[in-house]
């Protein structure tokens, strides 16, 4: 996040593809989580175009790239790139099924004359996903889908700011899944394990202050209620967040926190199936 007033997004429509062919298929069997749900694709569709509205209503002039059936998981472009003022850095994502998504950005970016950096090096991978840049210095996750080596060609890119490493492990994929930029010094972190150990791991190596908000951990009983509501989008003073049905106990906090801001309720719920959150469909600057 940065102060500098946010203009543009990217989004991309849903292939059919992404029902059996996620990477989230992949990534559940390997760590041993449940199998992933069925997508409702009429819903998907549904709900990200009312995503895309929301953008275009927060004043954003948004750039929809078709589907790709060859491209699952091309939806998730949040993941394909990391962009800071007029430059960008093209991932290399994990899985090689996901390698191909960054072209059609990278041809949208070319065309609005930003500066474009790329992940080259065949040890590195990277995911948009795992980096939040709080407008001071980046954190990323050092994750299962973000190496060491991918996290260097963000220090190479953005030399002026510092990058500091966040560790992660499954069943989290991504570093925003437990933390994430919420607005001026303020980041949104969940109550879990993994959220309490990544806020430590950011206190420590922070170079600015900021402060907590705590987001719930989902109920055992309703285990999709309040699940990674601390992935929100914020810009130009809005903040996007999920719907009350979704995280009601999130909702109150992120309104007793931000009387100030315009706070805006947005879903990709039926993509949650496979593992998207709010801040992975799009990609704003
Ligand atoms: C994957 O496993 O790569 C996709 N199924 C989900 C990616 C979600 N990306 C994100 O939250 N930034």
Redesign the pocket.
Known sequence: MSTAKFTRAIVRQIPDSIRDH???NE?NARYGLPPVEPIDLDLARKEHAEYTQTLRDLGLDVTVLPADESLP?CP?V??TCVIVGNRALLTRPY?ES?RGEADAVNRVLMGLGLEIHQVDDEEATL???DVFFTGHEFFVGNSTRTNIKGIEFLRKTFPEYPVHAIPLAPPE??L?GVACIAAPGVIAVCESDWGIAAWKAIQEQAGFSYEALWTPVPDVDSPFIDDHTCDVIYFNGNLIHCMEEEGPKSVEIFAEKFPDLNRVEATVGELQN????L??CSLIF
């Open positions: 996620s990477e989230a990534y998981d998730f949040e993941d899985s996901r995911e948009g996903g994929l991504h925003k496979v593992d998207a959150g801040t992975c």
